[in-house]
């Protein structure tokens, strides 16, 4: 069995994380676990809007989930997509600063 290219795989988890929703997620996770409903609440969305997002970044292998009872918590599996976040919008402040500075032609 061939497995896709690294560049490949990547785009795939980008492709994931270019949801709003999905990103909120997982900054809202980065401070721990949480249960579908109240991330529910949190994000203003119904349960089936949330689901699929969450199934969308289980599936990437982005979150894991436990049940206790009827209910699912979910948690970010690895602490490094906290990080990628961050980075994320150091980058995106820096290119923000430089726009209002005439630095760059945005």
Do not use: C, N, W
Request: net charge neutral.
């Amino acid at each position: 069995m061939r497995s896709d290219p690294v560049y490949v795989v990547k785009a795939r988890m980008f492709k994931t994380l270019g949801h709003p929703v999905r990103i909120r997620i997982l900054e809202l996770l980065a401070d721990g676990e949480r249960g579908v409903g109240e991330l529910q609440a949190e994000l203003h969305l119904d349960s089936g809007g949330t689901s699929q997002h969450l199934a969308a970044l289980r599936q990437q292998g982005l979150l894991d989930s436990r049940r206790v009872g009827t209910s699912v918590f979910y948690r970010v599996r690895d602490p490094r997509v906290a990080d990628l976040l961050a980075l994320a919008k150091t980058i995106l402040s820096d290119l923000a600063d430089e726009a209002h500075d005439g630095t760059e032609p945005f």
